[in-house]
């Protein structure tokens, strides 16, 4: 980073850009919304499967603006969560991670177009797993994946069709989504995107 | 968590993370492809120096699930009934890879042993040593009364624990590693236990251990219990006078008809009766009372799956080989 | 005496300079043809190697009245030679040698190819201890008599490992060995209260789901034979003495004027049954280890006399009797090189006990159970030099592997103990220099030297 001073700082200061507040985030969200709805040619056989932690809410938001959109629409009854933690590839390479609950809207998702909801795309290795998890609970017409943050770095051939932002960034840096629904600490609610480097 | 040694020492939160984690796991068992990946490439034995059918093709079956390599190692009909020592049966082990140990042995502490020695780098995973524990036993227990516990309380189980359940266990505590397991486990979780048994078939120094001790089934039953679970009684110890008849065993101690009525006369209509199997029917347990629709035995051995599932998945899937970093480092990264 | 002359040299004599007695005042030691020539302040050197002692406390060889050499029969688990460097190395100039070997040394044969063994070796007295019954089997009181006779001259006569449970052989053998001053000592452990037992029974045994060892089938057996001691009105030794409850009968039966001695083991007068929790099977011994409560009884019976002796148990075992599960292991400990120090440790710097203390447990009074005349004598002017020269102030690691012993199942291994044994004399020549074995004492042939009467001037 050449923006990073060379003044005398202690030797790990963490500095950190908002890339996307509040107001930013929603108006992604919305657009992403009609996109979808566009794409789809309406609600039809549409499942929103958020990916734990942060694809949840992101899922349930886009859920909400969906219906606000389309009144025909129950939004708990589009959004599921899609738990990859077992299907991933790096699972001997890390500590053990314990899975979170895998719940699908009742319709099941049989023939139904399954967006994949993650707050950032990054290797894509996420979106692997999560392909492998679906085809092992039932067979989707067509998946799509919709994403708030695409920052690069691909390693598998994976590309998102809805992004909220593109954001290009470095692989020393951190891209962290802070969300009401996960990251509220202190009952502050925070919903933004910071990208974090490491001097 | 590197192994599964015993509940005695097992935290609290490593006890919520399993039973949490075997929720999941249980939740696989009724998808249509009853797999997961996550143990792919990693081999589990299971190594038995003592029979138990059950106990063994319920670990295989969760390590199949999981897509884990499993090898059964029996010892009877072996090289250790021939005299091969557990030391040499354990670096044969670790020479043919073997990621995980699952052992049951007739020898208290022979779990320990594997784990404490530099023999085998394996995980180790306790299916029941001698009279000392049966960890995934009391877990698998645990995870049977949670899920009565939380239905009754209208929440969900995930997360939750077994605060405020009275359980009672009875029979042959002297001789149970499942009694031992389960007053562990049990009052990590918040249950009150009381141990009911003739005093011949209680410990010595039973009066250390967090639970009430009583010698009157009746008497227990008519102060209230949420869980009832009946422990088996080899009808051999009469031959060295634990008690002098069965027939006076199951009087005072078998949970017969009599008591199976008395539950709901004394308006316990949300008691579960447990039993960890083989039941000796008409002996710790009446027919009716096993088969009544109060009793859990056979959703106890389905949660077992889930329970070994979970154990297996949470001391194998991540990086056994260099000590844990911090969670935190790697809340996220690879998206 | 000149036959006692080593031929080591002209250089047979020896003067330690300056050694606290008995932990008290600093004096001279000359050591000369197996005796004590002199003692004294600023004794006159002459042709003696002097040994600078400054610090180092002198005291009389100690007498192990319970050892396991393990040989004939299990030299795959220590031989005479081996366990008698051991001896040496921890202080030792005499140690009694338990029956229970293969064949057991039940025959006057067995007894003498031990003290054989032990002569050749000449590292410390070794006297055999004889078996009570035939094959340690229980049923037939053994040739006592003949073992008492033999060039052995046995004394002590134990089933060690074993207990004479049988009420009327244990009556018979008490009354037997009065004919030549002998005396049963007993293991003692009722054997139908501890079918099976793998450990102390209690809150421990509780947990871990070990057989209990109930303190009763020692105490009960203990009662027992005290009583029919006194009724018969002959001696007995009380092996390894575990419990309080066990201290309590011995203590009764002494103020009843009963002719018993008792004995502890180092380490049952340190370790407790907590540390069976590892389930390691260095911690398996019999009787096994106990409560923290019995070790402080223990501790305070030894002090003030209850229990007369420090005995070793030393009981080495090839280590794939210790390389397996619990209940499959082996019971036993060796114990000769780390006595002096874990005396030391629970029993001296606790202030419980005097280094004079410490010698009449270790040395005076076992070598008065086992009638030997020339061990645990005074350092006095005169007496045979069974002198052991000691390091107080030392520390060291325990590291089995560097034992003389061919055991290594210390339960101490990886303690720092204090205490170091610098030098040990037996019959005035030193086996142990500068904490290293240096040579053994060359016995006269058989015949020129009887024990009991071999040094007495």
Known sequence: MTSVPEAPVPAKVQLSRVVLNQADIDRALTRIAHEILESNKGSQDLVLLGIPRRGYPLAVRLAAKIAAADPDVDPAAIVGQLDVTMFRDDLSHQPTRPPYPTQLPCTGIDNKVVVLIDDVLYSGRTIRAALDAIIDLGRPRIVRLAVLIDRGHRELPIRADHVGKNLPTSSAEKVRVRLEETDSADGEAVNEVVIEATA | MKHLLSTEDLSYANAIRILDTAEEMAAVGEREVKKLPALRGRTVVNLFFEDSTRTRISFEAAAKRLSADVINFAAKGSSVSKGESLKDTAQTLAAMGADAVVIRHWASGAPHRLAATDWIDAAVINAGDGTHEHPTQALLDAFTMRRHWSTLAGSPSAGADLKGMRVAIAGDVLHSRVARSNVWLLRTLGAEVTLVAPPTLLPIGVEEWPCTVSYDLDETLARGVDAMMMLRVQGERMNASFFPTTREYSRRWGFDDNRLRALDSLGLKDTIIMHPGPMNRGLEISSAAADSPRSTVLAQVRNGVSIRMAALYLLLSGDTREPATSTAAYSKESH | ?457
């Not at chain 3, 300056?18 to 932990?23: E, H, K, Q, T, V």
């Not at chain 3, 004889?130 to 008492?148: D, K, N, R, S, W």
């Not at chain 3, 096994?288 to 229990?307: H, M, N, Y």
């Not at chain 3, 005076?364 to 107080?392: F, H, K, M, S, Y």
Request: charged share 20%; glycine share 10%; hydrophobic share 40%.
């Open chain 3, 1 to 457: 005496m000149a036959s006692q002359q080593q031929d080591t040299g002209s250089t047979g004599a020896y003067l330690i300079r300056g050694a606290s007695i008995l932990g008290g005042p600093a004096e001279d030691l000359l050591i000369r043809d197996g005796v004590i020539a002199a003692r004294g302040q600023d004794l006159d050197t002459g042709d003696a190697t002097v040994i600078e002692a400054a610090g180092l406390v002198a005291l009389p060889g100690m007498v192990d009245i319970h050892t396991h050499l393990r040989e004939p029969g299990r030299e795959d688990a220590e031989t005479v030679e081996t366990g008698t460097r051991a001896a040496a190395l921890g202080g030792y100039t005499a140690v009694h040698a338990m029956a229970n070997s293969t064949p057991v040394a039940d025959t006057a044969g067995v007894v003498e190819q031990v003290l054989t063994l032990g002569r050749t070796a000449g590292w410390v007295d070794v006297r055999p201890v004889g078996a009570v019954t035939v094959g340690l089997a229980g049923e037939q009181l053994a040739e006592l008599g003949a073992m008492a006779d033999s060039r052995a001259r046995v004394r002590v006569f134990s089933d060690d490992g074993i207990c004479v449970s049988d009420p009327v052989l244990m009556r018979r053998a008490l009354e037997y060995v009065k004919a030549f001053d002998g005396v049963v000592a007993q293991h003692a452990q009722e054997p139908r209260l501890t079918a099976g037992a793998q450990m102390n029974e209690g809150v421990v045994s509780a947990v871990l789901g070990l057989t209990g060892w109930p303190a009763v089938a020692e105490e009960s057996i203990i009662a027992r034979d005290v009583l029919l001691a006194q009724h018969v009105g002959s001696r007995l030794h009380v092996c390894h003495v575990s419990t309080a409850g066990s201290v309590e009968i011995v203590r009764w039966a002494k103020s009843r004027g009963i002719n018993v001695t008792a004995e502890v083991t180092p380490h049952h007068l340190w370790l407790t049954d907590e540390l069976v929790r590892s389930y390691d099977p260095v911690y398996k011994v019999n009787p096994p280890l106990r409560t923290d409560e019995d070790v402080q009884a223990l501790r305070a019976a030894l002090a003030d006399g209850t229990i007369d002796v420090v005995g070793t148990d030393h009981a080495p075992h090839p280590s794939e009797h210790k390389e397996c599960e619990w209940a499959q292991a082996a019971m036993g400990m060796t114990g000769l090189e780390t006595a002096l120090s874990v005396v030391q440790h629970t029993m001296i710097e606790t202030g419980l006990m005097t280094w004079a203390d410490f010698a009449r447990v270790t040395s005076t009074t076992p070598a008065a159970i086992g009638r030997l005349e020339d061990q645990g004598r005074p350092l006095e002017t005169g007496e045979p030099a069974n002198v052991i020269l000691v390091d107080p102030a030392a520390r060291w690691t325990v590291d089995p592997s560097k034992m003389a012993t061919m055991g290594r199942n210390s339960p101490f291994a990886g303690r720092e103990l204090p205490g170091k044994v610098v030098a040990t004399f037996f019959k005035g020549h030193p086996t142990v220099l500068n904490g290293e074995l240096n040579t053994p004492y060359r016995w006269l042939p058989d015949s020129a030297e009887v024990p009991n009467t071999a040094v007495r001037p």
